[in-house]
C-alpha cells in the first residue's frame, strides 16, 4: 500500500482504508515477549539498553500522546467517511500504547503501571520531543473548542498525520524493524512492531488524503498548513538528538543519525508533494540546496544541530564556519531576487565575533561569499550567533533591532525593504 518512507503508492479511499482495518486487526495483548526478555538480559549490553530504551521512550509517550488527542478531529470530521476511519485509528493508537507500555514493563522492567511507567521514561524525552507534542496538545485542545474551525482542523492533521507520523514514527520504526530484523533479536516486540509500522502507514495514507481534500477547499486551510510547518519542522529537527548528542545511541545498532534525517526529509518531501505543496513553499525547507542528495542535506542539518543553531533553543548557537557558510547559502535560496536587485548594492554582515560575508546579485542571482563588499547597499553589525537565530525562524529580528543585538547602517529607502527582503512572514491567525 506505501513505499519504503511510507508514501502512498496509489490513491485509496476510506472505505478501502477501513477494509483494510478490519483485515489487519492484531492483538497487543497476546504477544509474548518471554524470548524478548532473555534477549534483553542477554544479548545486550548496558549502553545498548539504554539507547533503546531512549528509543522506544520516544514511542511510548508519542503513542499516549496521540491516543489522548485524536477525539477532537474525530468530532471535527466533515463527514461520515473521515468519523468512521478516525473512529478506528483512535483504537489503533490505543493498541499501540499498550503494546508499547506492556514491552517496557514486562522486559525492560520500568514501572508497575501505566502510569509509574510513562513516569519512568520521562527523563528520555527530548526538547524537540516536548515541543513538538506540546503543540498537538496545544491545538488539538483549541480544536475541540472550535470543531468547526476548518483551518485549525488542517494545522492538527498537517502535524498529526503529516509530521509525527508521516515523518518522524516511520523514519523511527523502518530503522527499528531493519535492526531487529538483522539480528534476529526481540521476536516479540518485532512483530509488534511491524503490526504498528502497517497501522501507521494506513494513518497517513488517510491523513494525506483528507489533508489535501483540506488544503484544496480554501486559501485559509492552505496557508494554515504551511504555518503549521513553518513553526513545527524546526522543532523536529531536535526530536531524534539523543543525549550529548552521543551518537553511540544509534550506531550501536547499524545506522547513522544522518540516515533517519535523510529517510525522514525524503518521507515528508514526498507527503508535502502529495498533498499539493511544493516543498519550496515551507521555510526551513525553501533555505536548503533542493539539488544536493538527502543525505548531503541531512549532513548539513546535522552541523546546524552540532553548532547549536538547530534542535534545541535552549543552547546558545556558535557557529562554525561551515554551519555560517549553510546559513548563508540558505539565505540566496529565500530572499526576494527583486527586492535585492533594487537595493543597488550588495548587502553586508559584520560579525561581531566572526568574520564577514556579504551577499551579491550577479548575473540574475544571489550569491553568498566570506569577507567585506566595497560599497554595500546596506550593513549588519551583529553577534553571529545572534544571526544564526534569526536565519532559521528562532528570533524575531525585529526584537533584535530594538534591543540593539542587530544594527543596519544604509539608507531608509533601502532599509524599508528589508521585511520583503528577508522571509518574513505574518502567520494567519487560525488558533486564537
Excluded at 499501540?96 to 525492560?108: G, I, K, Y
Excluded at 497517513?204 to 485559509?220: C, T
Excluded at 544571489?366 to 550593513?379: E, F, I, N
Excluded at 550567533?385 to 529607502?413: F, H, Q, Y
Aim: net charge negative.
Amino acid at each position: 500500500m506505501l513505499d519504503e518512507v511510507g508514501e502512498p503508492k496509489e490513491v485509496i479511499s476510506y472505505e478501502r482504508l477501513y477494509r483494510l482495518w478490519e483485515t489487519g486487526n492484531w492483538s497487543a495483548t497476546v504477544i509474548d515477549f518471554s524470548q524478548d526478555a532473555r534477549d534483553w538480559s542477554e544479548a545486550f549490553d548496558e549502553r545498548q539498553r539504554e539507547a533503546l530504551l531512549w528509543n522506544y521512550a520516544l514511542f511510548l509517550v508519542g503513542e499516549e500522546a496521540v491516543a489522548r488527542t485524536l477525539t477532537p478531529v474525530l468530532d471535527a470530521a466533515p463527514g461520515h467517511p473521515q468519523s468512521i476511519f478516525l473512529t478506528t485509528q483512535i483504537v489503533d493508537e490505543a493498541r499501540h500504547h499498550v503494546f508499547f507500555d506492556r514491552f517496557m514493563r514486562e522486559v525492560a522492567g520500568l514501572g508497575r503501571d501505566t502510569a509509574s511507567t510513562l513516569g519512568a521514561v520521562d527523563g528520555y524525552l527530548t526538547w524537540g520531543f516536548r515541543q513538538v507534542f506540546g503543540e498537538l496538545d496545544r491545538l488539538s485542545e483549541a480544536l475541540r473548542k472550535k470543531p468547526k474551525d476548518r483551518a485549525l482542523l488542517t494545522q492538527v492533521v498537517a502535524l498529526y498525520h503529516v509530521v509525527i507520523e508521516g515523518m518522524l514514527a516511520i523514519a523511527g520504526q523502518h530503522f527499528i524493524q531493519r535492526y531487529l530484523k538483522e539480528r534476529g533479536l526481540l521476536p516479540g516486540f518485532r512483530v509488534g512492531i511491524d503490526n504498528v509500522s502497517r497501522d501507521e502507514s494506513r494513518h497517513v495514507a488517510f491523513g494525506i488524503k483528507f489533508l489535501g481534500e483540506l488544503v484544496r477547499s480554501s486559501a485559509e486551510c492552505r496557508c494554515a498548513a504551511i504555518e503549521l510547518w513553518d513553526r513545527i519542522i524546526p522543532w523536529s529537527t531536535g526530536v531524534f538528538i539523543p543525549p550529548n548528542m552521543d551518537r553511540y545511541y544509534t550506531e550501536a545498532f547499524g545506522f547513522t543519525l544522518e540516515e533517519i534525517y535523510a529517510f525522514g526529509l525524503r518521507s515528508l518531501e514526498m507527503k508535502l508533494a502529495r498533498v499539493g505543496i511544493a516543498p519550496e513553499e515551507v521555510s526551513l525547507l525553501r533555505k536548503e540546496d533542493r539539488t544536493q542528495s538527502y543525505e548531503e542535506r541531512a549532513r548539513r542539518i546535522w552541523v546546524l544541530i552540532g553548532s547549536g543553531i538547530l534542535g534545541d533553543d535552549r543552547r546558545e548557537p556558535e557557529p562554525t564556519d561551515e554551519a555560517l557558510e549553510i546559513l548563508f547559502q540558505g539565505m540566496t535560496y529565500s530572499m526576494d531576487l527583486e527586492v535585492a536587485r533594487s537595493l543597488g548594492g550588495p548587502i553586508q554582515w559584520d560579525f561581531t565575533d566572526a568574520e564577514p560575508w556579504h551577499i551579491v546579485v550577479v548575473d540574475g542571482h544571489t550569491q553568498a561569499k566570506p569577507g567585506r563588499v566595497g560599497d554595500p547597499a546596506l550593513t549588519f553589525e551583529v553577534a553571529s550567533g545572534e544571526w544564526s537565530k534569526i536565519a532559521v525562524n528562532r528570533s524575531d529580528p525585529r526584537v533584535a533591532l530594538l534591543t540593539r543585538k542587530l544594527k543596519v547602517r544604509g539608507p531608509w529607502s533601502a532599509k524599508s525593504k528589508l521585511p520583503k527582503l528577508f522571509d518574513q512572514k505574518s502567520p494567519p491567525s487560525v488558533t486564537a
